[in-house]
């Protein structure tokens, strides 16, 4: 059997751009925690398994997977219960091989099994936008705000505002979307954007035990919204990348928006999101008449 892994390849629609990928600490057992939950989403089938008897646990057994892996179930159960966090990469891409990851989760798992080895220091995030940043922000024409990494808005223009009156400073996108009736009108692929989002944060999160806002934020959410709940619980992370969002506007109607998100140079907590249209099609139309009315309150 070989040992080496096979990446599926990733979705060809990765959704809306998001937050940079880093790791950072969730739990106190974050590399367990990720193992089971990969685990639980493999099917017997998909891993040439015989699906016979009766299972008490969705997925792979542990055993099973510590035998498809070429380990023994003694090696795997310390894996899952923390009591091993330092696996050699042997080991890493014979579980990546076995839990079918692609390659923003075997990056994400390796970042796991690093940063175990790390002193835990806090390091202070950044929260105010540079002037420069918060300046340019206000000279574009497109809707555009400064988000962290938790989705939490630090700055947005008025033309954000009357897009998406969620779009405001002060606000969360998550919180919008999982909290908000008006959120499922407003994105008719509600579904794909929220999972899109849920995983960014997941991958952005990494390990962050240290991170207060992280925790407030999703337990907040998982109390309040059984379907953010259920997408926290599967440790799904995916890259982040620009997309083209559809909008279901009241004033102006459907439209699909390209969404980018930038990187903003000595805040790299922070990133700047724009929405813009092709050059010429009916959606640019359909922009420049929100930008014409300029303010949330004319939504």
């Given at each position: 059997m070989s040992s080496a892994p096979v990446y599926p390849e990733p979705p060809a629609d990765r959704g809306p751009a998001g937050p940079p990928l880093r790791a950072?600490?969730?739990?106190?057992?974050?590399?367990?925690?990720?193992?089971?939950?990969r685990r639980e989403l493999v099917t017997p089938g998909q891993a040439g398994i015989p699906d016979v008897g009766v299972r008490r646990t969705p997925g792979l057994r542990r055993e099973e997977v510590a035998q498809l892996a070429g380990i023994s179930a003694d090696y795997y159960l310390r894996l899952e219960r923390g009591r091993d966090r330092n696996p050699s990469v042997h080991v890493l891409d014979a579980l990546a091989r076995v839990l079918r990851l692609d390659a923003d989760h075997v990056g994400y798992l390796r970042s796991l099994v690093a940063d175990?080895?790390?002193?835990?220091?806090?390091?202070p995030r950044t929260t105010t936008p540079p002037e420069g940043a918060r300046k340019f922000l206000?000279?574009?024409?497109?809707?555009?705000?400064i988000e962290d990494e938790h989705f939490d808005i630090v700055a947005a223009n008025p033309v954000a505002g009357a897009l998406d009156p969620g779009l405001r400073e002060g606000g969360n996108q998550?919180?919008?979307?999982?909290?908000?009736?008006?959120?499922?009108?407003?994105?008719p692929e509600w579904q794909r954007v929220t999972e899109c989002l849920v995983f960014g944060l997941r991958q952005s999160a990494g390990t962050g035990v240290d991170d207060p806002r992280l925790g407030q934020l999703t337990d907040e959410l998982s109390a309040a919204s059984g379907q953010f709940s259920e997408l926290w619980e599967?440790?799904?992370?995916?890259?982040q990348y620009g997309a083209p969002v559809r909008i279901?506007?009241?004033?102006?109607?459907?439209?699909?928006?390209?969404?980018?998100?930038?990187s903003i140079a000595g805040a790299e907590d922070l990133g700047?999101?724009?929405?813009h249209a092709d050059?010429?099609?009916v959606d640019a139309e359909k922009l420049a008449l929100l930008a014409s009315a300029g303010q949330p309150a004319d939504v």
């Open positions: 950072r600490r969730s739990s106190d057992n974050p590399l367990g925690a990720y193992l089971r939950a175990a080895a790390l002193p835990h220091v806090r390091r206000d000279s574009l024409a497109q809707p555009a705000f998550l919180r919008d979307l999982f909290l908000d009736p008006d959120a499922r009108t407003l994105y599967r440790h799904e992370v995916r890259g279901n506007h009241p004033k102006v109607g459907e439209l699909t928006l390209n969404r980018e998100r930038m700047l999101v724009v929405f050059a010429g099609s």
